[in-house]
């Protein structure tokens, strides 16, 4: 799980690598990051393009063509939706409020524990299920024949259910002399998602090691809970 500098940003503070080098520059890298990744393990890419004379540049998509000719499968793509950021006011565009975190691995079939990372279904859930059509108690398939289609009444006594890939998360955070940290809840939930105790988190790009100290944490918090456990035994 990683957060490299992105291309042309904070020159002043470590240096900017130029959009047109930036694939040069991280494929080395990438090399590495494959060389030592499990078969069953996942990278994480945070990583964001921005807009460069009016255009938005595209050396993000120009990596991820040269991660898959290096090997990686490019599994999927998650949001990061920074919920508290500031507005603000372009001639031509709106406030950039996202950014891209990249799943990449070596094969089909990796580690993922998605019950880890379950979230609560919701107060509309208490409307919606309250009472259901005849439809609602049937799968239902989608008219366009894309395969999708649900059964309502899958929901009726659920507490959690499996998130989106939509990650909604404050910017805030705990670390405010290191120009470019990510909140601590970024590298957790990724963590959670595609490790278990025992297994090891990379963060090649560490700063101010907020990847580091969520692994910490989520260790503590499995040793306090199984420390609990034996005692009240
Ligand atoms: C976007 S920041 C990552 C911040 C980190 N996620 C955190 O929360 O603190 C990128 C970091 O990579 C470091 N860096 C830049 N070039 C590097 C290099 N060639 N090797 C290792 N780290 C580098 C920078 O000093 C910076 O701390």
Known sequence: MT???????????????????YVEWFLPISAE???VLKPSGTFILNIKEKVINGERSTYVLELILALRKQGWLWTEEFIWNKKNCFPGKWPNRFRDSWERLLQFNLNR?????????MVPIGSWAN????????????????????????????????????????LTLATECYNKSHSAVYPKELPEWFIKLFTQEH?????????SG???????????????????RIISR
């Not at 297994?199 to 700063?207: A, C, I, K, R, S």
């Open 3 to 21: 957060s490299p500098p992105y291309s042309d940003q904070r020159k002043n503070t470590y240096g900017g690598i130029k959009a047109e080098h």
């Open 33 to 35: 990051l494959k060389r």
């Open 109 to 117: 079939s990796f580690a993922m524990y998605q019950d880890a990372v």
């Open 127 to 166: 409307t919606r299920l309250k009472n259901l059509s005849e439809t609602d108690q049937r799968r239902d398939n989608a008219k366009n024949n894309s395969g999708f289609g649900k059964n309502v009444s899958n929901w009726l006594g659920k507490e959690y259910v499996y998130p989106t890939n939509v």
């Open 199 to 207: 297994d090891v988190v990379l963060d090649p790009f560490v700063g």
């Open 210 to 228: 907020t990847t580091m100290f969520a692994a910490e944490a989520l260790i503590d918090h499995q040793l306090a809970s199984i420390s609990y």
